[in-house]
């Protein structure tokens, strides 16, 4: 394993490993940095993995007071992953996520609907709003890329590298793009992921 990680790298896993024992027994590693923020109303299931410069926050709007953020088990988070929730995020059980992913249920102010936030209004004074994300099991989250507040993933689905949620993805779909569209689904008849057709 020295040989692996060489010296620094080495040291810096023994660190991680002893903080994990110590305050997350249930993980199977944490990676340092890791900063966490409201961790009573964080729930963290069983062999949850991070990678290094990870931030989680519960940041309660509207009097919440169960738990912000629920993360089920053999969850695996990589390197500088950020999740910010005022409402809820529940994500499921064997959900990978890879680097610099962005998951939040908060926005500055209001841009739908019958009261919206006017450009005029600096964004830091507008009004925090929150809907809820649902990221269901076996979900993959590719490099990069943002789920926006009030979106379902649904099980299965895999959203490719650099792309923006904007919708709910249905279950056991392949999502790309800016904003994330379903471009395969798979047929579970001949165990194929199929392109969707654009036309329809």
Known sequence: ML???????????????LYTRLFYRQARI????????????????KDFTTGFGCRIEALPINNVVANCIQIGKDVQINDYVHIAAG????IGDHV??????????INHGTYSGDHQDSPLVP?????????????????????GVCVMSGITI???SIIGASSVVTKDIPPN??????????????????????RVNENN
């Open 30 to 45: 944490i990676r340092l940095p890791f900063d966490i923020r409201n961790r009573h109303l964080v729930e963290i299931g």
């Open 87 to 90: 409402e809820s995020i529940k």
């Open 154 to 156: 649904g099980q299965g």
């Open 173 to 194: 779909s392949i999502a790309v793009g800016s904003p994330a569209k379903v471009v395969k689904v798979y047929n579970f008849e001949n165990g194929i992921w199929e």
């Open 3 to 17: 040989k692996k990680y060489g010296f620094l790298g080495f040291w810096n896993l023994l660190v991680s490993l």
């Open 96 to 105: 990978l996520i890879a680097s610099r992913v962005f998951i939040s249920d």
């Open 123 to 143: 964004p830091n004074d507008r009004k925090l709003s929150t809907r809820p994300i649902v990221i269901s099991d076996n979900v993959w989250i590719g490099e």
